[in-house]
């Protein structure tokens, strides 16, 4: 049964925190398939200005934009089993062989390029235009698996799929978002980048352990990630989603319908959206993460409910999320993962590993929740990566990430391994890398300055780097080859691949 005012009362308790607390906020709207049946906000849009944050301020949607271009992909009959290349002419080989659909529904081992780039050295605060990237994306040398063999968020093909929807309608991509959402009447534009003004717009805010912080995103937005609205606009066009009214009759099935590994396997993660459950209830959600920002929308489409929360404060919002749609169900929460073996955990090969806390797990960077799984193990429920993992006593986890089959071995105190030490030189991009002795690394950071960082070494010729930049952490793993080269990978970039130089040796 759909609890309305025990929603509101979970809600109103989480922006009532931010009121208290005089900083940054958000908003919370409830709405059912008729429109919105709720709406609060609470803390500052702009602290600087003591502006509130309300249902109808504009606020940057992030990754939820995504599921906006598969809709228009959709209405214009983009055939997404077709290669890349059918629609774009410049991709290297083998990115120009993934079909459309495995570049959107994250199973296509595209090279996320926000992560690209910084393993390059290229702050996310650089600013990049949509040209610079894409000249960026014509360089790389190759995917970071083999496409459809695991899900591994990548933004990229959403950048590549915003260029064929702008050629199949002869528009720009603004154009076609303005078409889209104007039957709707909704206050939701697509915007290129930071520099573009958007009236009204809730400023971005991370807190450094003293204070607030203006968050910085120099990268081109495109349709992965660049639209703005307010909460109340994005409610309205989840209602219309949910109801299938026109222009989105049918969208909703159409997003949602099953995607599957080449194991035939079904994902999670459909064309801009997450499929999870709640208690028995299917739920259908996306977040979205900019530096200062951080949403969630959520929907129950059996139930026609959901809520979006919107928010220019660097923390999660998923939970939030989570806590008003179990209230508007009037379900439980998930119950809390118990006994998790925290710590460090690494498959015995490869880069691929994870480190788990009381109730979250970091894999190879990418962060989720962990509620228990019914069965004695842990599962998240998924913000972007699905995960089902089965202690086995407390060294060993074993189960599927991102739809592979995992084994991962707590990883004991371990000395580096001598054999990373030394200068290395990227071939695709000629990046200088230093390992010295002593566990630390000089790795690339803004052309010749260079970032140093605490290597955390694992068995067998691999170490974990630490680089942090404004809010975000970046945390990828170097591993030693059988040929004695070195590559670098994370859970969205894998394709960068050094070679010693020895002494002596010019560049």
């Known amino acids: 049964m759909v609890n309305w005012s025990q929603a509101r009362a979970e809600a109103l308790a989480i922006v009532e925190a931010w009121r208290r607390e005089g900083g940054p906020g958000g908003a919370i709207v409830l709405f059912d398939s008729e429109g919105i049946r709720d709406a609060l906000g609470g803390g500052y849009a702009s602290i600087e200005h003591g502006l509130p944050f309300t249902p109808d301020t504009p606020n940057r949607f992030a990754s939820i934009s995504k599921h906006f271009l598969a809709v228009a992909l959709l209405q214009a009959n983009v055939p997404l089993e077709a290669p890349l290349d059918q629609f774009l002419d410049d991709l290297p080989e083998p990115l120009s062989e993934v079909p459309l659909g495995r570049a959107l529904d994250m199973t296509g081992a595209l090279p996320d390029m926000m992560e690209v780039l910084w393993q390059q050295g290229i702050p996310f605060t650089a600013t990049l235009s949509a040209a610079d990237i894409r000249r ?211 498959a015995e090969a490869g880069p691929f590993w994870a480190e788990l806390a009381a109730d979250s797990v970091s894999v190879m960077g990418g962060f989720e929740r962990l509620v228990a799984n019914g069965a004695g193990g842990l599962r998240s429920l998924p913000a972007y990566l699905d995960l089902d993992l089965m202690p086995s006593g407390p060294d060993i986890l074993e189960g599927r990430i991102g739809g592979v089959p995992r084994r991962l071995l707590r990883v004991p105190p371990t000395a580096l391994d001598p054999r990373l030490a030394g200068a290395w030189r990227e071939r695709s991009f000629g990046l200088a890398l230093t390992i010295r002795p002593d566990g630390t690394a000089l790795l690339p950071w ?62």
């Open 446 to 507: 803004a052309g010749t300055t260079g970032s140093e960082s605490l290597l955390t070494p694992l068995p067998g010729g691999r170490a974990i780097a630490d680089l942090t930049h404004g809010p975000w952490r970046h945390r990828p793993c170097l591993w030693l080859q059988p040929d004695g080269s070195l590559r670098m990978a994370s859970h969205r970039a894998r394709i960068l691949h050094f070679d010693r130089v020895h002494e002596g040796a010019t560049s």
């Open 136 to 346: 960026n994306v014509r360089r790389l040398p190759g995917l970071n698996g083999v496409a459809g063999e695991e899900m591994a968020y990548s933004n990229t093909g959403w950048r590549l799929a915003q260029s064929i929807i702008e050629q199949r309608t002869g528009s720009g991509y603004a154009e076609v978002i303005g078409k889209l959402v104007a039957p709707l009447d909704l206050p939701i534009r697509f915007v290129s980048d930071e520099t573009e003004i958007v009236p009204g717009l809730a400023s971005g805010y991370w807190q450094d352990g003293a204070s607030w912080r203006r968050g910085r995103y120099g990268l081109n937005f495109s349709a992965s990630g660049g639209m703005a609205g307010s909460a109340a606009g994005l409610a309205r066009w989840c209602s219309a989603l949910i109801a299938g009214r026109a222009p989105l009759a049918g969208m909703l099935e159409r997003l949602l319908a099953p995607r599957r590994f080449n194991d035939g396997a079904e994902s999670g993660y459909r064309l801009g959206l997450v499929a999870s459950t709640l208690n028995g209830i299917a739920l259908v959600g996306h977040g979205g993460s900019l530096p200062g920002y951080r949403n969630h929308m959520l929907m129950a489409p059996a139930l026609g409910i959901g809520v979006v929360v919107l928010t220019n404060r660097e923390e999660e919002a998923l939970w939030p999320a989570l806590r008003v749609l179990a209230a508007l169900a009037d379900v439980e929460m998930p119950e809390a993962a118990r006994d998790v073996p925290a710590g460090l955990f690494a």
